[in-house]
Nanobody
Framework: QVQLVESGGSLVQPGGSLRLSCAAS????????IAWHRQAPGNQRELVAE???????SYVDAVKGRFTIDRDNNKNIFSLQMNNLKPEDTGVYYC?????????WGQGTQVTVSS
């Protein structure tokens, strides 16, 4: 059974940076698309960024130029570098891996951007 465990969430001031990590166990996820989603209070979960194999990553417009998604297939660890954070980036961030009908979610990590 695949397990994804996120870490790195915290309280940070506007303009600050955080690096989220997602450690996968149970299976190598090389062929899987890796994505980060977030859910703000009262809102639906939304896609933030995703990356598949050697293809260019994609980002939602709100985070372009500020967030960077990366993957280390050898270590089975995936990351989301978040710079110049804004209050609207606040939410629970989830790591997701999917391939066809196989979908795995992490439990989420809280990011709060506030002064």
């Amino acid at each position: 059974q695949v397990q994804l465990v996120e870490s790195g969430g915290s309280l940070v001031q506007p303009g600050g940076s955080l690096r989220l990590s997602c450690a996968a166990s149970g299976k190598r996820l090389d062929p899987y698309t890796i994505a980060w989603h977030r859910q703000a209070p009262g809102n639906q979960r939304e896609l933030v960024a995703e990356i598949y194999g050697g293809m260019m990553p994609s980002y939602v417009d709100a985070v372009k130029g500020r967030f960077t998604i990366d993957r280390d297939n050898n270590k089975n660890i995936f990351s989301l570098q978040m710079n110049n954070l804004k209050p609207e980036d606040t939410g629970v961030y989830y790591c997701l891996a999917y391939l066809g009908s196989s979908i795995y979610w992490g439990q989420g990590t809280q990011v709060t951007v506030s002064s």
